[in-house]
């Protein structure tokens, strides 16, 4: 395939005079999206407590699904038959992204590894199932999102360099193999993942074997796996460097707004994680000085939005009297108001960073966050 037939597409815009971080265009079947980009994460084709709708009304451009739990249930198969993703959760807010499945079965206890593929048992019942890339990238083209990723191992932290080495050529077979495999190629893209943990050779070896490849886009893997926040950045550092400047960067499983930050500044274009939705559900929500934990008593008669300054729903039309009382006697409404809050407050983080990348003053935009989100974030009890 000739690297302008892609159905997905990246555009560089600008880079930042002083950083590594980038401004681009990506180009899908379902939309065009302005990077950097922080993607939610609906893992069972649902982001908890949602409705999709109104979920774009946080500004979310871009959501992941899981294809280890939809392989599981309902099945990818029902999924295809009913139009595909987009189609089965009404997602009608732009473009989607499935994750391999990767991640879930290497965390499942008692899985057992060899050169085809995974084997493990269901959570539920204990059943056996088997998973490879073929299996993966079968289940991605039925679910159809724009952007599908390469079968991989994802490696947890600690793990000893001879291990990460042998892995690492594993998942350069198994990408070559979900190249292979991948049925819907004009319709779909295919991301390759770089491995190799904490190794600056391994993950340089990775790296450049998936560039061989020739996958549209690029994503660096194996972090959020124990390793920490400074692990995690020297995973970027060790990796960026051998990753097309023409393609699209995507950093899974990152999380903090420091780590996105960070992330950005070393040359990362998207992200995706679980913690604003989670955390929203909590009841912890995201301001630009620090987390604000709403079952805290002060904010029993509170009549201010959770940030005077937000124009998500959540601010605009709710207290944080209210929010307290909806924690407080467990109303499923919270979850939801809590969630919507936490997923516009990282939209605008990204988008007002690409503002500051655009204008070539990033780094002065992330020293004047961090003096506000960290300092103050301490003395809200963040």
């Known amino acids: 395939m000739g690297k302008t037939d892609h159905p997905v597409k990246f555009e560089l815009n600008h880079k930042d ?7 681009g265009t990506l180009t899908t079947p379902h939309g065009t ?30 959501i992941l699904s899981n294809t280890y739990h939809l392989f599981l249930q309902p099945g990818t198969a029902v999924v295809a038959r009913l139009g595909g993703l987009h ?72 793990a000893e360099h001879d291990y990460v080495a042998d892995s690492v050529e594993r998942t350069l077979r198994w990408a070559k193999r979900s190249l292979e495999a991948h049925a819907r190629p004009q319709e779909q893209a295919i991301f390759g993942i770089v491995q190799g943990s904490v190794y600056p050779d391994l993950r340089e070896r990775s790296a450049r074997g998936l560039v061989e490849l020739d996958f549209p886009g690029y994503a660096v893997g194996g972090v ?18 051998f990753l097309p400047q023409d393609k699209v960067r995507y950093l899974m499983g990152v999380g903090k707004p ?32 620090g987390k604000l934990r709403i079952h805290k008593k002060k904010y029993r008669k509170d009549r201010y939005a959770i940030d005077t300054n937000c124009k998500c729903p959540t601010c605009r039309d709710f207290s944080r009297a209210y929010l307290h009382h909806l924690f407080t006697v467990d109303e499923p409404l919270g979850k939801t108001l809590g969630t919507i809050h936490n997923i516009h407050f990282y939209m605008t983080l990204t988008a007002t960073a690409r503002e500051a990348i655009l204008e070539d003053r990033f780094a002065q935009f992330k020293r004047e966050f961090y003096k506000q989100y960290l300092a103050d974030g301490a003395k809200q009890g963040g």
């Open 224 to 241: 959020s796996v124990g390793e920490g926040h400074d692990l995690m950045k020297l995973a970027v550092e060790y990796s960026e460097p």
């Open 17 to 23: 005079a002083r950083t590594k971080a980038r401004a």
């Open 33 to 62: 999206v302005p990077t950097p980009l922080f993607m939610p994460v609906g893992t069972q084709a649902a982001l908890k407590t949602v409705h999709p709708e109104l979920l774009g009304q946080t500004g979310a451009r871009i």
């Open 87 to 158: 189609d089965f959760m009404g997602w009608k807010g732009g473009p989607m992204l499935t994750d391999s499945g990767g991640f879930q079965v290497f965390s499942l206890p008692g899985r057992v590894i060899t050169e085809e593929g995974v084997r493990f048992a269901f959570e539920k019942d204990g059943k056996q199932v088997f998973m490879g890339p073929e299996e993966s990238i079968r289940a991605q083209n039925d679910l159809g999102a724009d952007i599908i990723m390469a079968f991989d191992e994802c490696i947890p932290y600690p």
């Open 258 to 289: 420091e780590d996105i930050l960070e992330a950005i500044e070393r040359g990362m274009d998207i992200f995706d994680c679980i913690i604003p939705s989670r955390f929203g559900r909590a009841g912890v929500f995201f301001t630009p000085t």
